[in-house]
Nanobody, 120 residues
C-alpha cells in the first residue's frame, strides 16, 4: 500500500502558475501509475492527467491540454502537476492518486487533497 501527500496548493491570480507535488511513501512509487484529479465546489471529481510508471507517457483531459503537465521523479517518489495560465474555473481541491494496475483501470489510492484557489 502507498500513502500519498499533496502539497503546493494555495491562492493564485488568474493567469498565474502553480506546481503541485505528491509525495509517495510506503512503497516504491515507480511501481504505480499516478494521476491527478480535481473536485470543484458543488461538482463531481474529475480526471485531470495521468502518467505511466516510467513517466514515458502521459494522458490528460482534452480541455486542459497545453496548460497542465504531469511529471514524475521516481528517485524522489514524487509526482508533480505544473499548472499554467490558471483560470477561475480551475479552483478546486486537487487529489493525487495511484494504482498498481494497468492503463484503463481505476485508481486505488488517494491523497487528502490540496486546495487551489484562482482569483480574478
Amino acid at each position: 500500500q502507498v500513502q500519498l501527500v499533496e502539497s503546493g496548493g494555495g491562492l493564485v491570480q488568474a493567469g498565474g502558475s502553480l506546481r503541485l507535488s505528491c509525495a509517495a511513501s510506503g512503497h516504491t512509487a515507480s511501481t504505480y501509475r499516478m494521476g491527478w484529479f480535481r473536485q470543484a465546489p458543488g461538482k463531481e471529481r474529475e480526471f485531470v492527467v495521468s502518467i505511466t510508471r516510467s513517466g514515458g507517457n502521459t494522458y490528460g483531459a482534452d480541455s486542459l491540454k497545453g496548460r497542465f503537465t504531469i511529471s514524475r521523479d521516481n528517485a524522489r517518489n514524487t509526482v508533480y502537476l505544473q499548472m499554467n495560465n490558471l483560470k477561475s474555473e480551475d479552483t478546486a481541491v486537487y487529489y493525487c492518486a495511484a494504482t498498481p494496475l494497468g492503463l484503463g483501470s481505476n485508481f486505488v489510492y488517494w491523497g487528502q487533497g490540496t486546495l487551489v484557489t484562482v482569483s480574478e
